[in-house]
């Protein structure tokens, strides 16, 4: 299909991208839609679902199924290694035609509800695309494409996984998060104090930068400015590289709890306070954009608002509306069993069957000691191989040597340059660096990396960002699956899916449908496992939550 506002075009394709029909004219693309919607259920093929489905929504259409050609295009050209060339759909008939290749257009600036975005995630005015020629033939040089990579079957389940995230991600942006303002209000009025009249930190961060000041001996200081911080320990004869949270907990200063404490209140006076609120919290509903595939590993980003970065406190204010309530769902030690499903490893996967991964891999090889086997298998995936973990990592290393190669092969990779892909085949990108938030804590502990040469030092870096992309885009991939299933699950309900991070997924439903959603939600579960994994002892429970408020889910 193809179309501007309104009118468009569709023709029919078989299942190699051929057409099947005549080319037909619609003077309303909406009414066209919903009724071969009602009496075919196909898959449509568009450029991409943000620049046509909010428009369809709105227009009381929703549909079951799609292709979008742009994420498709971007995970082909990184499967080929090509990373940063347009992905668009003129991109892609230029490299299939010969002819221009225009660039990507810039990313649409976020606009909260109300503020001039009356329809919700419309495309800036243009230039019409390619027409529906070229849609026909990029759509089927890319089902071509995905047949000659190494698993076909896998790509096509990412790529399936990939296009209903774009019409979920429409669709929670325009449900919109349950949010009660008045509640939010009290929250903030009970961590901060009384706002500040006259636009600056409201009292209870005014009155730690006081305190803050007066345990250096300083008349004034600006507590929300590293520069000045790190003078201020350095004239107390500490030196710090900087005045990140993990940096300033091994300090002995009785600064040091003042500003951890300010750090926190700042950070939610500055991303979710007063002025946030009034900006995205419109008709009790926070409204977001959500970006599948928005981070390298295949994770979702949001465009404005913050919305995988809501503080648990904050999340009091997430209040279903009266007779509905929440079904929050979590996915715990997702990573850990991921890699006990794609390694191979037979007794990592054995310990995968138990409910608890940590407590069995203890019982198998670790004297019952859970603490120490966590190490052992977070410091397998995430590079940690210096100090404290090295005894448990030998542990870790004879018990389960598949599991830990598995790892360990994708960092050499990574190190020499090579292509690290996912278990469906998404292909981690040259140069990345990091995939966890900086104030958890130094990426690599070792010291020796400080006396390596800059390229030494890259190379390692590289390692650990692909010793681990392929576990946590593998994770990805099971929970964008997840979401898709539980998707298909809820069509026809009264449920809708307000909210996914990561791991996590929230539905928001009518009381008497809740266990009937929690349901949905575990088969939902099951179906991603056996989709990517097939047979696999491993099982990947899911923590169910049925609450008012989402702060009160487990």
């Excluded at 230029?94 to 919700?120: K, Y």
């Excluded at 404005?304 to 997430?318: C, E, M, S």
């Excluded at 360990?408 to 340059?417: H, P, Q």
Aim: aromatic letters at 6%; one cysteine or more; charged letters at 20%.
């Amino acid at each position: 299909m193809a179309g501007e506002r309104g009118g468009g075009e569709l023709r029919p394709l078989d299942a190699a991208g051929r057409p099947v029909g005549p080319t037909e004219t619609v003077s309303d693309l909406a009414a066209a839609m919903a009724a071969r919607e009602a009496t075919e259920h196909p898959r449509w093929v568009w450029a991409t679902a943000g620049a046509i489905y909010p428009t369809l929504l709105r227009a009381g259409v929703r549909v079951e199924r799609c292709h979008d050609v742009e994420l498709t295009e971007a995970l082909l050209l990184g499967h080929a290694g090509r990373w940063g060339e347009p992905r668009s759909l003129a991109a892609a008939w230029g490299r299939l035609t010969g002819g221009p290749v225009p660039a990507d257009p810039p990313p649409r600036a976020a606009a909260p509800p109300g503020h001039g975005q009356g329809a919700l995630f419309d495309t800036l005015p243009g230039p019409p695309g390619p027409g529906i020629e070229a849609l026909t033939q990029v759509y089927a040089d890319q089902l071509a494409r995905v047949a000659t990579t190494a698993h076909p079957g896998r790509f096509r389940l990412l790529v399936a996984a990939e296009s209903a995230g774009a019409l979920i991600a429409v669709e929670m942006g325009a449900a919109g998060l349950p949010w009660r303002a008045e509640v939010h209000d009290e929250i903030l009025a009970e961590l901060l104090g009384e706002p500040s009249p006259v636009g600056g930190p409201p009292r209870r961060l005014a009155e730690l930068a006081s305190r803050i000041a007066d345990a250096f001996g300083v008349r004034h200081l600006h507590a929300d400015s590293p520069a000045e911080l790190l003078k201020a320990f350095a004239r107390a004869g500490v030196e710090l590289p900087s005045t990140r949270a993990w940096v300033l907990r091994g300090v002995d200063h009785p600064a040091v709890p003042l500003l951890l404490e300010y750090k926190e209140l700042y950070r939610i006076w500055t991303a979710h306070g007063w002025s946030w609120r009034e900006q995205w919290v419109r008709d009790g509903r926070f409204q977001s954009e959500y970006v599948p595939g928005g981070v390298v590993s295949g994770r979702w980003a949001t465009r404005g608002g913050g919305a995988l970065q809501i503080p648990k406190v904050i999340r009091r204010a997430v209040v279903a509306d009266p007779g509905w309530r929440l079904v929050v769902a979590d996915a715990g030690q997702l990573e850990p069993r991921v890699l006990a499903a794609v390694s191979g490893d037979a007794r990592l996967a054995a310990a995968g069957g138990a409910g608890d991964l940590y407590a069995a891999l203890a019982r198998d090889s670790f004297g019952g000691d859970r603490p120490r086997a966590k190490v052992a298998l977070l410091g397998a995936m995430y590079g940690q191989t210096g100090g404290a973990a090295v005894p448990a990592l030998a542990v870790l290393k004879r018990s389960y040597p598949t599991a830990f190669g598995y790892v360990e092969a994708a960092a050499r990779t990574g190190e020499a340059g090579g292509l690290v892909r996912s278990w469906l085949g998404r292909t981690c990108p040259p140069g990345s660096v990091g995939l966890g938030d900086p104030d958890e804590g130094p990426a690599d502990p070792d010291a020796a990396a400080d006396r390596q040469s800059p390229r030494a030092r890259a190379a390692r870096s590289r390692g650990r960002f692909t010793r681990n992309f392929v576990i946590q885009a593998t994770a990805a991939e099971w929970a964008s699956t997840l979401l898709a299933t539980l998707r298909t699950e809820l069509a026809g309900t009264d449920a809708e899916l307000v909210f996914f991070q990561h791991d996590e997924v929230v539905a928001h439903c009518p009381a008497e449908q809740a266990e009937a959603v929690a349901a949905a939600v575990r088969r939902a579960g099951e179906r991603a496992t056996a989709l990517l994994f097939g047979d696999t002892p491993v099982r990947f429970p899911l923590d169910l939550s049925i609450v008012d408020c989402y702060a009160d889910a487990a």
